[in-house]
């Protein structure tokens, strides 16, 4: 099954628990929700700061788990980056990233999010998924 959405995914802090530069330990259920979305078609890409040596132990961690990459740190396999000719933004769909705004929700509620297409909005501090809002009671003529 293949589908055209692209998630980019950051290693530390997300996959695994910060610990750079070492590796830290895998996230629960990072790998196995990755495999999921990988087998319904959604291409990954691995989207982390690290770079050179660090970057390819990555790789290989995420490898040995079971997840090869559409692309790492680029838009798509083989990307040559000129900064005269293009923005450093990558080009995907969704990004997971223990930095999110309202932080980690956790492995399977970024399934959920993914797969239910659940959008969010803020409310006072609080961002807050559609899917979770209260319902508003109306007020009108008959009710």
């Known amino acids: 099954m293949m589908n055209n959405k692209k998630i980019a995914v950051d290693f530390d802090g997300t996959i695994v628990d910060d610990a750079y530069p070492a590796i830290g330990k895998a996230k629960i259920f990072a790998f196995e929700t990755l495999k999921k979305l990988q087998g319904q078609g959604f291409r990954l890409i691995l989207w982390t700061y690290r770079h050179g040596k660090t970057l390819d132990e990555a790789v290989e961690f995420c490898r040995s788990n079971g997840i090869e990459f559409y692309a790492v740190n680029s838009s798509f396999e083989g990307e040559v980056f000129d900064s005269e ?15 999110n705004l309202g932080g980690f929700p956790g492995w399977g509620e970024i399934y959920n999010i993914i797969n239910e297409r659940i959008e969010f909005r803020v409310e006072g501090k609080e961002v807050l998924a559609y899917s979770k809002l209260k319902k508003e009671k109306k007020k009108g003529l008959f009710w």
Not at 85 to 99: E, P, V
């Open 85 to 99: 000719t293009q923005s450093r933004k990558l080009d995907a769909d969704w990004f997971i990233d223990d930095r």
